[in-house]
């Protein structure tokens, strides 16, 4: 996919979803946003189910380096926006991409099915691979990787309901020891440099 058209996908998701968005700022105002876990020894073991539909574990991602990101194919803003920074950061350095794995974690396994979480990860690329369960495999892996996620309600909004979560960016590396987390707010160019520097 171009960087075009990229943006022009984020740019209908981010119009879709105004009025989903302005609920949610409406239902936060008073309320402290939830912060991140702070960047640790965070990971374990799981077992969930990928894009096409194949039940996989942490191990079948050893040898390679794991991009984990935590999010949802209904997020208005934050999701698209970050998927869009690490493909563009994959597109600055593609020889990352001979080294290491996006992921996508579903925060929502009520909406994201395999099928959705496929449609969603193709416009940003072959390389991304999507994951998702029941909400009990989910809720035990957000507790193992030390990910807040909640469901807040849009009782005015077609979608009914979004997820607050937090949303760092974990590294693993090929022996599936964690390596570094990086914020959503990095830039493509930024992201590609810490990438580079680290996965060899």
Do not use: W
Request: hydrophobic share 45%.
């Amino acid at each position: 996919m171009t960087n075009r058209m990229r943006t022009l996908f984020l740019g209908l998701i981010a119009l879709a979803a105004a009025v989903a968005t302005a609920a949610v700022m409406l239902l936060a105002m008073g309320t402290p946003a939830p912060r991140p876990a702070a960047a640790g020894d965070v990971g374990g073991a799981f077992t969930l189910t990928d894009q096409d539909g194949r039940r996989v574990t942490e191990a079948d991602f050893r040898g390679r380096y794991l991009l984990l990101f935590f999010g949802f194919t209904n997020c208005p803003d934050v999701c698209p926006m970050t998927l869009g920074r690490i493909a563009d950061a994959l597109d600055i350095a593609p020889a990352l991409k001979e080294k290491l794995t996006p992921v996508l974690v579903s925060v929502d396994p009520e909406r994201d099915t395999p099928a959705n979480l496929k449609a969603y990860l193709a416009f940003f690329g072959p390389e991304f691979r999507g994951l998702t369960g029941s909400p009990e495999e989910i809720a035990a892996v957000l507790k193992a990787y030390k990910v807040y996620a909640k469901r807040t309600e849009l009782p005015d909004s077609a979608l009914e309901y979004t997820m607050d979560h937090s949303s760092l960016i974990f590294l693993y590396g090929p022996d599936g020891a964690f390596i570094t987390a990086f914020d959503p707010s990095l830039d493509a160019a930024g992201l590609a440099a810490e990438l580079t520097k680290t996965v060899r």
